[in-house]
């Protein structure tokens, strides 16, 4: 069955640095796209990042471009998503999903950003 694991999330200081990992299992990775969701306290989730499946192409929130980078390892079926700058309203858990008919989602992994 299709798996999505997330991992990589901690407590980071603002302006510092984290990289998520989703380790993908039960599909054919090489052949979706893959997004990054945040979900904030009392927040609608939100698209954070998204890349083809190819790697190809991707595409950012506003609040997160030049900041974060999402990018995918098809051999390892792993997206990432490399945060820097980090700053306190990044706090939120985060979630892989795989784009497709139907979504799958993982089953996210906290991010505070606190000083």
């Known amino acids: 069955q299709v798996q999505l694991v997330e991992s990589g999330g901690g407590l980071v200081q603002p302006g510092g640095s984290l990289r998520l990992s989703c380790a993908a299992s039960?599909?054919?990775?090489?052949?979706?796209?893959m997004s990054w969701h945040r979900q904030a306290p009392g927040k609608e989730r939100e698209l954070v990042a998204a890349?083809?499946?190819?790697?190809?192409?991707?595409n950012y929130a506003p609040s997160v471009k030049g900041r974060f980078t999402i990018s995918r390892d098809n051999a390892k079926n792993t997206v990432y998503l490399q945060m820097n700058s980090l700053k306190p309203e990044d706090t939120a858990v985060y979630y892989c999903?795989?784009?497709?008919?139907?979504?799958?989602w993982g089953q996210g992994t906290q991010v505070t950003v606190s000083s």
């Open positions: 999903k795989r784009v497709g008919t139907p979504d799958y």
């Open positions: 039960g599909f054919t990775f090489r052949m979706y796209p």
């Open positions: 890349i083809s499946n190819t790697g190809g192409s991707t």
